[in-house]
């Protein structure tokens, strides 16, 4: 690209977080990634940037910010809740002009398929104590982005990738592959952070499938799977008795438990459960 700017162009980051004096702050997740080439890594398992609106969800210092705009992102759109970040952030606003825009706020505010053009593709170093909350939000309406592309604590990944008949395989696994192909990427070291979490981190690509798995509402397929995985000790016949669902009439075993049944079964389920309650 003529005229982008380069890495060296810019300050480095120790510095920029010096000067806006960006000490980390537990409650809202930070855990910075300086590491120039590990945010490049990122950047590039995302796929196509280069006619892509890119959301990414908590800049911070802004580290993969600037790798997503270096690997030539048409356009990033990144959303900060923290005030002090945004100064840091804005930095970037002169050498990637007209590529580059920022909005401070909570993201769980935020409309994030609203933020640009198709196709968009979500990259984020996710804040770890509102990343399940926010990857649900996106899966509501998953067909609005062409992949997302997201650092998790290593157990949220796991669940994410889960088989059946696994310990991680739960509600997040199910809802997740109902909705989209899901590749783990590769792990990153806890001290790749500053500060370094207590936990390894993991990022994991997310693709929509073009349609579900299998037909279901998003509200019934959360309600059985939160029914049958919350007593996921028990047999189905127990954990779902109050749903009052025909399990053998759907050629569901009900003396399975909820870690047994593949995704398609669950949406059978969610679908039984929607044609009971009108
Ligand atoms: N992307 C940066 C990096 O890789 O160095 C920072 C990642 S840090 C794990 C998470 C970031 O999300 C922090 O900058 C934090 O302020 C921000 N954050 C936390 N909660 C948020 C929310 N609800 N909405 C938007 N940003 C949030």
Same mark, same amino acid.
């Given at each position: 690209?003529?005229?982008?700017?380069?890495?060296?162009?810019?300050?480095?980051?120790?510095?920029?977080?010096?000067?806006?004096?960006?000490?980390?702050?537990?409650?809202? +997740?930070?855990? !910075?990634?300086?590491?120039? &080439?590990?945010?490049?890594?990122?950047?590039?398992?995302?796929?196509?940037?280069?006619?892509?609106?890119?959301?990414?969800?908590?800049?911070?210092? +802004?580290?993969?910010?600037?790798?997503?705009?270096?690997?030539?992102?048409?356009?990033?759109?990144?959303?900060?809740?923290?005030?002090?970040?945004?100064?840091?952030?804005?930095?970037?606003? +002169?050498?990637?002009? +007209?590529?580059?825009?920022?909005?401070?706020?909570?993201?769980?505010?935020?409309?994030?398929?609203?933020?640009?053009?198709?196709?968009?593709?979500?990259?984020? &170093?996710?804040?770890? &104590?509102?990343?399940?909350?926010?990857?649900?939000?996106?899966?509501?309406?998953?067909?609005?982005?062409?992949?997302? @592309?997201?650092?998790?604590?290593?157990?949220?990944?796991?669940?994410?990738?889960?088989?059946?008949?696994?310990?991680?395989?739960?509600?997040?696994?199910?809802?997740?592959?109902? #909705?989209?192909?899901?590749?783990?990427? !590769? @792990?990153?070291?806890?001290?790749?952070? @500053?500060?370094?979490?207590?936990?390894?981190?993991?990022?994991?690509?997310?693709?929509?499938?073009?349609?579900? #798995?299998?037909?279901?509402? !998003?509200?019934?397929?959360?309600?059985?799977?939160?029914?049958?995985?919350?007593?996921?000790?028990?047999? #189905?016949?127990?954990?779902?008795?109050?749903?009052?669902?025909?399990?053998?009439?759907?050629?569901?075993?009900?003396?399975?438990?909820?870690?047994?049944?593949?995704?398609?079964? !669950?949406?059978?389920?969610?679908?039984?459960?929607?044609?009971?309650?009108?």
């Amino acid at each position: 690209m003529t005229g982008a700017p380069t890495a060296a162009a810019l300050p480095p980051l120790r510095e920029v977080i010096a000067r806006h004096d960006l000490i980390a702050r537990h409650s809202l +997740g930070q855990h !910075f990634l300086l590491d120039a &080439n590990l945010c490049r890594r990122i950047a590039l398992t995302a796929g196509d940037l280069g006619e892509s609106t890119v959301i990414e969800i908590g800049p911070g210092p +802004g580290g993969l910010t600037r790798a997503l705009l270096l690997a030539g992102a048409r356009r990033v759109v990144a959303i900060e809740k923290d005030a002090r970040c945004i100064a840091a952030l804005q930095e970037l606003a +002169g050498p990637f002009a +007209g590529r580059f825009e920022l909005i401070e706020g909570d993201a769980l505010e935020v409309d994030v398929a609203g933020l640009g053009p198709p196709p968009r593709r979500i990259v984020a &170093n996710l804040p770890y &104590n509102v990343a399940t909350p926010l990857l649900l939000q996106w899966l509501r309406q998953a067909q609005a982005f062409e992949s997302l @592309t997201l650092m998790f604590q290593k157990e949220v990944a796991d669940r994410l990738l889960a088989t059946p008949r696994t310990k991680a395989y739960g509600r997040l696994s199910v809802i997740t592959q109902w #909705l989209c192909e899901v590749r783990p990427a !590769f @792990t990153v070291d806890r001290r790749a952070f @500053t500060p370094p979490p207590k936990v390894t981190s993991s990022v994991v690509v997310l693709t929509p499938r073009p349609q579900p #798995l299998a037909p279901a509402s !998003f509200k019934a397929l959360e309600a059985v799977t939160a029914a049958a995985f919350g007593q996921r000790r028990k047999m #189905l016949r127990a954990s779902l008795r109050r749903l009052d669902l025909d399990l053998a009439g759907l050629g569901i075993d009900p003396s399975a438990r909820a870690e047994e049944l593949e995704v398609p079964a !669950f949406c059978a389920l969610a679908r039984a459960l929607e044609e009971k309650s009108g």
